[in-house]
């Protein structure tokens, strides 16, 4: 049996959260790892409803007096090198490209190994300048929430084609982009809804409802488009439980990921779990698993970042670089799934590798 030691943010209410309590299920939950846990913190919003349904107490009671491997999960700036603890493994959060001037690297070179989800983080750090071993290893999932039926959010009585997307509202996740392809391609007379899953850190509901409303006022007058022949997008406002995330993905036939950069992406990967159709950013992170054979691509470009949103001193600066998606691409990609057959569905979701992302492949891959 081996003695683990994860130190990550696993009670943070935010997405870096979520895959934190999905290690601690996949590595605690194993009758051949003794796990203990410690938390770390890159923000104050914090999972006061324990989502994930685990109590973690005992593993933050858990010590060992030697540990096998120490996990350290999380932005790179906090990685510490411990020789006392067995093999130090970083899990580092890496979302952009052309990082070298932010530090990172020489806190991920200090570490014995490297794990990245994504060929885009391990693409970033090696141009970077990392000299130690990386695995790419997919972020693990508990299949038996995706083999369960749920209650449906909205009355689906209509029988539309329903496209969704699940971010914060911030410049990275591009959901004003996502507006404006929806705006242009459809009109009434197609039998599709959108809806966007959204909060915006630093505001309460109703501000960042209203921060939305008057984007999507602006784009209506930047597109020179009427009113009364779009589609009104359905807007959910603030932060949800994970089974609410679930029952969105569930009633829904389409998610339409137009981030501009991110690490792993695993509301795209949940999408696919569910069986629906999926639409990534060529290039970042889930377009490591999901591409033209089983869900569909959105061309872009690789671009240097110009955003107002501030989370750490060297993160989303000038410096670094992200895929800025050809808003014509989008508007295509959403055309083509809205037009699929159920025979090409089913053709592409035979074509998604569920068995990666399974909790027994990542630590098959994690210790071999």
Not at 3 to 18: A, Q, S, V, W
Not at 216 to 241: A, D, F, S
Not at 314 to 333: A, G, V
Request: proline letters at 3%; one cysteine or more.
């Amino acid at each position: 049996m081996k003695n683990i030691l994860y130190i990550g943010p696993y009670k943070e209410n935010t997405g870096l959260g979520r895959t934190a309590r999905r290690y601690v299920d996949a590595l605690g939950y194993n009758l051949d790892i003794n796990l203990s846990i410690r938390p770390i913190y890159f923000t104050p919003y914090l999972d006061y409803g324990n989502e994930s349904g685990k109590d973690y107490i005992e593993f933050e009671d858990n010590s060992s007096k030697s540990y096998d491997a120490v996990i350290q999960h999380g932005y790179a700036n906090c990685f510490e090198y411990r020789a006392e603890y067995g093999e130090n493994i970083c899990i580092p959060e890496i979302n952009t490209y052309n990082i070298g001037h932010t530090g990172w690297i020489e806190r991920i070179n200090m570490m014995d190994t490297a794990i990245v989800s994504s060929n885009w983080s391990r693409s970033s750090v090696l141009d970077a300048g990392c000299n130690i071993p990386i695995k790419t290893i997919p972020e693990p999932f508990n299949f038996k929430y995706f083999n369960q039926q749920y209650e449906p959010i909205f009355n689906t009585q209509d029988e539309k084609f329903v496209f969704y997307y699940i971010a914060n509202h911030k410049d990275k996740n591009n959901i004003n982009g996502l507006l404006a392809a929806f705006f242009l391609e459809f009109k009434n007379h197609d039998d599709v809804s959108l809806i966007i899953k959204t909060h915006k850190e630093g505001f309460t509901d109703q501000e960042a409802e209203q921060i939305i409303v008057f984007d999507i006022e602006q784009l209506e007058k930047c597109l020179r488009t009427n009113h009364n022949n779009i589609i009104k997008p359905h807007i959910l406002v603030g932060h949800y439980m994970q089974e609410y995330i679930m029952r969105l993905h569930y009633q829904a036939d389409c998610f339409v990921n137009v981030c501009r950069c991110e690490n792993f992406g695993a509301a795209s990967i949940e999408s696919m779990l569910f069986n629906n159709l999926t639409i990534v950013n060529q290039g970042s992170g889930p377009n490591t698993y999901i591409d033209n054979s089983n869900g569909f691509e959105i061309e872009s470009t690789l671009a240097n970042i110009y955003s107002k949103d501030f989370f750490m001193e060297y993160e989303y600066t000038i410096h670094e670089m992200w895929r800025e998606p050809y808003l014509n691409s989008i508007q295509q990609q959403m055309r083509k799934a809205y037009e699929t057959s159920k025979e090409e569905k089913a053709q592409k979701l035979n074509n998604f590798n569920k068995e990666i992302f399974s909790e027994s492949y990542f630590l098959e891959k994690l210790f071999e």
